[in-house]
């Protein structure tokens, strides 16, 4: 059965090579405030600038001071500050695309603390408040997944990376388009696939899925669901006891992790405090020890 899955992905290699899909990832569906950041300047609703923030603002037309209005005279409308001296102003269904600076090629869009590739769109939702959609190419997006779903520093197996940037590469196209009713295709969580961007790419990382460049898993000419975990509890389940669809190739297996050079480990010590345990070996005392031990860039506490 598995020989039949990824003998297949063959067939997909020519189509993957002739049009590579742009991928929709939503950072944020429920944003009050966005700040979008470059080092150098970029094009905004044909003004430029560096900084722009987006906040909401609420409209009463040519109302007086003090006077009543209906409510359905009062409108959301979306303020755009620019560099911190000038504003747009524009209903709030509108959809602004800010594409990369032009140069230098490695500037990128940051959004609030995390860099990206590609463009980055903002608009209003029936909530009032904003979403927020990365739009790249498909294999530029393995390159924020593929590190933050397998850790290279964790697993530095070229193999290993190379079977998560297929199962990665196969899920995003499978389920592609999973959310297009809120604006986008994905989301970047562990409820779809982790994306992080620029930030946290890593040459080994990027080494696997380029070598597996448009490799995609598949059953009966079509990609797989490729589902996949950080952990197993010893075995798999079966797909049609969790999401009541059955499919040949998601079947119960042991799943057993056996380390290379396995060591024996005992210890005395009582844990009184778990938590404070867990942080202590992991060397996080303060909001920058999390940054660094999630790979999130910056420093400091992040916005809420």
């Known amino acids: 059965m598995i020989r039949r899955v990824f003998f297949a992905a063959l067939l997909l290699l020519p189509a993957l090579q002739q049009a590579e899909p742009l991928v929709r990832i939503g950072l944020d569906q429920n944003a009050t405030a966005v700040t979008i950041r470059s080092t150098e300047a970029f094009r905004i609703q044909g003004q430029s600038a560096r900084t722009v923030r987006f906040s909401t603002i609420l409209t009463l037309g040519e109302a007086a001071n003090g006077a009543v209005v209906a409510k359905r005279d009062v409108r959301y409308r979306m303020a755009v500050e620019l560099d911190g ?3 747009l102003v524009v209903p709030m269904d509108t959809h602004i695309r800010i594409q990369p600076p032009s140069a230098p090629r490695t500037a990128r869009l940051q959004v609030d603390d995390r860099s990206y590739r590609g463009v980055v769109e903002v608009f209003g939702n029936a909530r009032n408040t904003f979403t927020v959609v990365n739009e790249l ?3 530029e997006y393995l390159l924020g997944v593929v590190p933050n779903e397998l850790s290279p520093a964790t ?15 196969t899920y995003i196209l499978k389920n592609m388009g999973q959310s297009s009713a809120e604006g986008y295709d994905i989301c970047d969580t562990d409820q779809c696939q982790v994306y992080f961007g620029v930030d946290t790419e890593d040459p080994l990382a990027t080494r696997a899925i380029n070598e597996t460049r448009g490799v995609v898993a598949t059953y009966d000419g079509r990609p797989i669901n490729a589902l996949y975990s950080s952990t197993c509890g010893g075995r798999t389940e079966s797909v049609e ?3 009541e669809e059955k499919l040949p190739y998601l079947v119960s297996v042991l799943c057993e992790y056996k380390h290379p050079e396995p060591r024996k480990f005992s210890t005395s010590r009582v844990i009184s405090n778990f938590q404070s345990a867990v942080l202590t070996v992991a060397g996080v005392s303060n909001y920058s020890d999390a940054r660094r031990f999630l790979g999130v860039g910056g420093a400091g506490e992040p916005p809420s």
């Open 241 to 243: 006891n969790i999401f």
């Open 85 to 87: 001296n000038r504003y």
């Open 155 to 169: 697993f530095g197996e070229l193999e290993a990376l190379k079977a998560q940037a297929v199962a990665a590469r």
């Open 137 to 139: 190419p498909l294999e």
